[in-house]
């Protein structure tokens, strides 16, 4: 019987270095910019993942006004704050952030659709 038990192998976590906190998996922070559909043609455009350094207000105002849409700062428990807009603003938003040098092109996810 103890033959047996030294040859089996001990158990290895191929992923075991992905979900070490300690590892660059996660260093790229990226600004997310979704689309949700509401009922029937209406939609609704969040972006998240922005530096806490910046005023999110002042960013909901500017985007307002460039776009002429209605938009909101959402607290939520996970993602933090969260910038809703009213439409799908995507392509707007993401050349936005890059034109107003918040975010590089690099960094920006727009997904949906």
């Known amino acids: 019987m103890s033959?047996?038990?030294?040859?089996?192998?001990?158990?290895?976590?191929?992923?075991?270095?992905?979900?070490?906190?300690?590892s660059?998996?996660?260093?790229?922070?990226?600004?997310?910019?979704?689309?949700?559909?509401?009922?029937?043609?209406?939609?609704?455009t969040t972006v998240q993942g922005l530096k806490k350094d910046y005023s999110y207000n002042k960013i909901l105002k500017d985007l307002k006004k460039e776009f002429c849409c209605n938009g909101t700062?959402?607290?939520?428990?996970?993602?933090?704050?969260?910038?809703?807009?009213?439409?799908d603003q995507r392509k707007n938003v993401s050349t936005f952030l890059v034109q107003a040098g918040i975010v590089r092109k690099d960094f920006i996810k727009i997904h949906g659709f």
């Open 73 to 87: 700062v959402v607290q939520d428990p996970e993602l933090g704050q969260v910038i809703q807009l009213q439409g």
């Open 24 to 44: 660059g998996a996660g260093a790229k922070d990226y600004v997310h910019i979704r689309v949700q559909q509401r009922n029937g043609r209406k939609s609704l």
């Open 3 to 22: 033959e047996f038990d030294n040859q089996i192998p001990s158990a290895f976590d191929p992923f075991a270095e992905a979900n070490a906190e300690d």
